[in-house]
Every structure is written in C-alpha cells, then in structure tokens.
C-alpha cells in the first residue's frame, strides 16, 4: 500500500524530516548523465586558495560536502561566485584568516584538506578535527607526519589541529598505508615548498590525478600522479585558472549496479570507462552485461545475477567506496559470495539494514559471508553513511514492495539530484515530509 503524499501535514507546526519513498521492482531503463567527482572537488575546492587569484572550476557537483566547502572558502574571505549551476568562480585574493571552526567541520570530513591548503599558503593553519561519514576509527596520523617532514610543528588542543612553519621544505614523505586524505594534504602543503618533495606509496585514486592536473593548471610542477611515487618541484607562487572536474567513478559505479540489480538496462553517460574498470570487471563475473563506448557504458542484466567475491583495494581495486552497493547485488546473487573490506572498519554496518529487507548475510569482522537470496522485500531502513545510503537505495529498487529510507543528509553529501536522475529512469521514487517523531512525542507531552 502507498503512503499518500499530497501536502501531507502542510498547515502544523510539527517538525518535518524527510524520507525516500520507493516502491520497487521496475527494472530501470534509460540514459544517466554523472556529476563531477565527490572526491576531487573537495580537494581542488581547498587548492585555491593557493593561488591567491581567481579559478573558474566547471562541473562542480551540486552537494551538500560542496555547499559546505564554499562556506568554509567564504568565511576565510574567499569571494564565491556562481555561474551557473555547476560553474563557480573562486576569488581567494582576500582570505585572510588561516583559521577553520567546528562550525563546518563537524559536517565534513574532507575539511581536513584546509590544513595543506592553508600551510601551504600562511605557513600555518588552525583547524577544527572533521566529521563526516563515521564507519571506525580515521586518524590523520600520517596528514601530520606528513606536514612535520616538510618543516612544520604540529600539535592538537581543543580538537583544534594546529600546524606551523618559519618555512615549508621539501622532503620525502614515506606513506606507511595508503592514504588519499595524506597523500592530498602533503600535495598541497609541498606545492610551494622550497625544493623537491617525494611522496613515496602515494594513492593513485583518479581524484589524486585530478588534483595534480589542476594545481599544474595554477603553475604547480607535480609529476607521476596516478604512480605510487609522486614527486613536487616547489614553485614560488601559483595563479588562477579554468578547470574541469572528471566525472565521478562512484556515482557512475552505483548508478552501473542499480541497472544490474533491477534487471534493467541503463547508459550511464559523462563517465571515463577506464576510471570504472574494477567494477566494470566484477559486474562481468556476476554475468552482468557491461558494453563501453568513448565516453559511456552500457549495463543491462536480464536474469539473477551470478555469485562473486569482492575484495576492496586502494585503486586501481575494487573501490571501498563500492562496496556496499556491491554487497546488495550479491544479496540477491544465485549462490554464497564474500566480501572483504580492508581498508575501513565498520564499513559494514548497513548489514543490518540489508536484513530487515531478506537479505541472508553474516559478518565476522571485515568479511561479509553473502547467500543470495531470491528477492529483498521492501522495509523501512536508514541511510548510516554515505554509501551506505546508495546501497539502500539500490536495494528498494530490486525489492518487492514499498521502502522508507532515513537519514537523507548522508546520501545528499555526494549523490546530486539523485531523486530526479532515477525518477528518469522510470523508479517510482519521491522524497516526502514526515513529522520528527521526537517533536511529535514532544507535542503530545505538552
């Protein structure tokens, strides 16, 4: 049965929250275009302010983690400029403030990346510890080892990240695990540091290249990213530019996964096929049809899909960022999967979910023994992070009956539109208003 949503409690002073909606198994047909990449724009948004000039960056996604890092850009006294929807100008001539509050981080993991970025611009930085996602324990032990390398003191009060430096200098930079958020912020503190830096076991995530691309853009002299040895030449001083953010490998991938798991068939458009070549090959072995053009893939799926094991990696890997969308597929696979997660812990957290719904899945610790089950059924269910949001709206797609899915802020941080971009894809999908059961409760009290 549908929940009735016309103007559901217009007029009350109860507090709304929202929730998805989705009544599910339509297989989702059509053509998507994919926003610019989540992960790389919150890198580059922080990088110029290191220019000290004005970048015009194009294919900026529209999400929440990017409304929350232009906030943070303009409360240092960056002049934000919006072009159009995915276009902004960014003037950092007038920051001039090295200090970032809890006000902002709290929401935003990514709000580290200011620590490079502004050490790399002031010679010192003070930053309030992010937030963002929670999936186990993320120390930016080796940001900070990192920053100490290349000439800075560090230290932490109040939650409050504190780096500086008479002068930033060159350095190698040995990563002892693979880390985008440390490879990122010593790219940035290093850009205009004096001499040679060398990030040895760099991360060669597709947004790392991207980062490098735009900050030679600016005048930077960066060379080997995307390799496991990245080297920096320091320049004196960067300047403005024009840029264009690569798609999102995620969005792509989640998108590629759901026309798998409704049985459908989808062009995903605006996607660099070799950026998505460890899902595409695990779609492969579920017996999934992938087909790759220049700048598109086509998914389709017209029977269950097959068994696999899945195993998360540093690129070129699988993506942990995949995973739990991954796991739903092989929830309904004809056979026993696993899935081992070895770059987070806790990244498994949404199993829970995935049960209320039919799915047959034990953890034991950072491994997911899958038995696919024929069909999920339609539950009520909460987004717990980011990902895991994708994954539960994979997952009321293929189910039969209808879903709630909470905790929209998490799917918001990095999916644009999404309502609309699978309404397009014929899902019957809308974002509805509810009373905030605790304000409801409050109410009735008084």
């Not at 217009?10 to 929202?18: A, F, L, R, T, V």
């Not at 930033?168 to 958020?181: A, I, K, N, P, W």
């Not at 053009?293 to 086509?298: F, K, P, T």
């Not at 739903?328 to 696979?333: G, N």
Request: aromatic share 6%.
């Amino acid at each position: 049965m549908s929940i009735p949503i016309n103007n559901l409690y217009e007029g009350s002073d109860i507090q709304k929250m929202e929730k998805i909606v989705i009544n599910g198994g339509t297989p989702l047909k059509g053509s998507v275009e994919i926003s610019g990449a989540k992960n790389a724009v919150v890198a580059i948004l922080p990088a110029t302010l290191l220019a000290q000039d004005v970048c015009r960056i194009e294919n900026i996604p529209d999400i929440s983690d990017v409304t929350i890092m232009l906030k943070i850009l303009s409360q240092l006294g960056a002049q934000v400029k919006m072009i159009n929807r995915s276009t902004y100008e960014i003037d950092t001539r007038g920051v001039n403030s090295y200090i970032v509050p809890n006000e902002h981080t709290k929401h935003l993991r990514a709000s580290y990346y200011m620590l490079g970025a502004l050490l790399g611009r002031f010679n010192k930085a003070k930053v309030s510890m992010p937030g963002g996602c929670w999936f186990g324990v993320r120390p930016i032990d080796l940001h900070l080892r990192g920053f100490e390398l290349l000439g800075a003191s560090v230290s932490i009060d109040n939650a409050m990240v504190n780096a500086e430096a008479e002068e930033l200098v060159g350095s190698v930079v040995y990563m002892d695990t693979v880390s985008v958020g440390a490879t990122v912020n010593v790219m940035l503190a290093a850009v205009k540091a004096k001499g040679q830096t060398i990030i040895e076991n760099a991360a060669r995530e597709p947004h790392i290249v991207d980062l490098a691309n735009f900050l030679n853009s600016m005048g930077a002299d960066i060379r080997g990213a995307g390799t496991d040895t990245i080297k920096i030449y320091g320049v004196d001083e960067l300047h403005g530019c024009t840029y264009s953010i690569i798609p999102d490998q995620i969005e792509a991938g989640t998108y590629m996964v759901a026309a798998a798991a409704t049985k459908g068939d989808v062009v995903i458009k605006n996607v660099i096929p070799k950026h998505l070549e460890s899902i595409t090959k695990k779609l492969l072995d579920c017996g999934v049809e992938v087909e790759e053009y220049d700048e598109a893939v086509r998914v389709s799926c017209s029977g269950r899909p097959l068994r696999c094991n899945v195993k998360t990696m540093p690129h070129p890997g699988f993506p942990t960022d995949m995973q739990p969308q991954m796991t739903v597929l092989l929830s309904i696979a004809d056979g026993t999967s696993i899935v081992s997660e070895s770059v987070w812990d806790n990244r498994f957290r949404y199993v829970d979910q995935l049960l209320r719904m039919g799915a047959n899945i034990s953890v034991e610790g950072k491994v997911a023994i899958v038995q696919g089950v024929e069909k999920l059924y339609g539950a009520p269910v909460g987004a717990d992070d980011l990902r895991a949001g994708a994954a539960m709206l994979i997952a009321a797609f293929a189910a039969e009956g209808q879903s709630l899915i909470e905790n929209l802020s998490h799917i918001d941080r990095g999916y644009e539109r999404f309502v609309e971009k699978f309404r397009n894809l014929g899902a019957d999908i809308q974002r509805v208003e509810f009373p905030d059961p605790e304000e409801e409760s409050a109410e009735s009290v008084g």
